[in-house]
């Protein structure tokens, strides 16, 4: 998949740019502040929906609207347009080919991309939230029915919360108000746990596999899944409905629903052991790192399209071995396109050289405007 023009109106930095593209990889440069990713968070927008932040905060200021519009071309089909446009107080569209989509969700999976950010080690050192969205992210790029599930699941969770809420409040409990929810928890939720399950027992080989080629092969990691259910027992409605119920004390107590595939979480393990605790700050960047690299590969097996990459100051704090492995896989084992960002361009010249400037082209930003650099 490639994107060849990139138009914006009034997002972030840029009151407008205009950007025809013809590299596979695009390097950003410029000083820190100017503008490098919030060229990235607009191609996220168009591929996922949403930025890095809310879509509120992607407003140049003193704006109350943004347009972002791009073209793409698939390796097969015909070339289309994805536009995203924001209004303060009457939300966000996307169009395709000019066509509003009646669901975000529809959207989902038409553009793999995978992200590597610096805050992506708060996958790492943040709490279970954080975790789960990137879980629920990567598997809803490829299958639509775990996607509709997670949308099923929460709607269903906050009518019980609601209704849980509202029973403590008023001193008063109806189990028979409560059944219909706590039924779409066990249905949603076992769906969700088994597509979970079946994406970890597929992605840690491929994940191990990576890191220990691109990485180190003197480290092994690892992904943990960590539930409160019974991971023995085969995920289904019944034995979800059964854990559900055995927690109704719980959730009776607190006016919230205690249990579930909400409150799952992933450990994150280097040696078997946590890389939380006991990894240094360049052994963290190099896990979630590889950790968003490796699902590259995964998506494209999953989705048979080349996703594309969007990498923000991957460079830094990284040693040079690293960094030259991370450039091989760039210009020779990813077929993709790829837009980068780094404050060097002297660095960004070093490991691309300009000899082969039809693959690879450079960037300057500043003032709110695009030069070649």
């Not at 709490?127 to 990137?134: K, L, M």
């Not at 403590?168 to 028979?176: A, I, N, P, V, W």
């Not at 991370?326 to 837009?339: E, K, M, P």
Request: charged content about 25%.
């Amino acid at each position: 998949m490639f994107l060849r023009r990139l138009n914006l109106t009034s997002f972030r930095s840029y009151e407008s740019l205009q950007w025809d593209i013809p590299y596979r990889i695009c390097c950003l440069t410029g000083r820190n502040g100017v503008g490098k990713t919030n060229i990235l968070e607009a191609i996220k927008f168009l591929c996922a929906t949403r930025g890095f932040s809310t879509d509120k905060n992607a407003l140049r200021a003193g704006d109350s609207f943004f347009m972002i519009e791009g073209h793409f071309h698939p390796e097969r089909g015909e070339e289309f347009s994805v536009q995203c446009n924001y209004m303060e107080r009457k939300g966000k569209k996307i169009l395709l080919d000019g066509d509003p989509l009646p669901k975000m969700s529809l959207h989902l999976g038409k553009i793999p991309l995978t992200v590597v950010l610096p805050s992506d080690t708060e996958l790492i050192l943040g709490g279970g939230t954080e975790r789960r969205a990137w879980l629920d992210a990567l598997i809803s790029q490829f299958n639509a029915d775990y996607l509709n599930a997670l949308i099923a699941y929460e709607k269903a969770l906050t009518q019980r919360n609601a209704l849980l809420q509202s029973f403590l409040e008023h001193h008063t409990f109806d189990g028979q108000q409560l059944e219909p929810w706590t039924l779409q928890l066990a249905e949603k939720g076992s769906l969700i746990a088994r597509g979970r399950l079946q994406f970890l027992a597929d992605f840690r080989p491929q994940f191990v596999s990576f890191y220990q080629k691109m990485i180190s092969e003197g480290e092994t990691p690892s992904l943990q899944y960590e539930t409160a259910w019974e991971q023995n027992q085969e995920p289904t409605t019944e034995t979800f409905l059964t854990f559900l119920q055995k927690n109704i004390a719980r959730d009776r107590a607190s006016g919230r629903t205690q249990a579930g595939i909400h409150r799952d979480d992933l450990a994150f393990l280097l040696n078997e052991r946590s890389v939380r605790y006991y990894g240094s700050q360049g052994q963290q960047k190099t896990f979630v790192t590889a950790l968003q690299l490796a699902q590259y590969d995964f998506l494209q097996k999953q989705t048979g399209k080349t996703p594309i990459l969007l990498l923000d100051d991957v460079f830094d704090k990284l040693d040079e071995h690293r960094v030259k492995h991370i450039v091989h896989r760039l210009t020779h084992d990813t077929g993709g396109q790829v837009f980068l960002t780094d404050s060097s361009l002297a660095r960004l010249k070093h490991l691309f050289p300009e000899e082969k400037s039809d693959i690879w082209g450079f960037y300057r930003i500043e003032n709110g405007l695009l030069f070649p650099a």
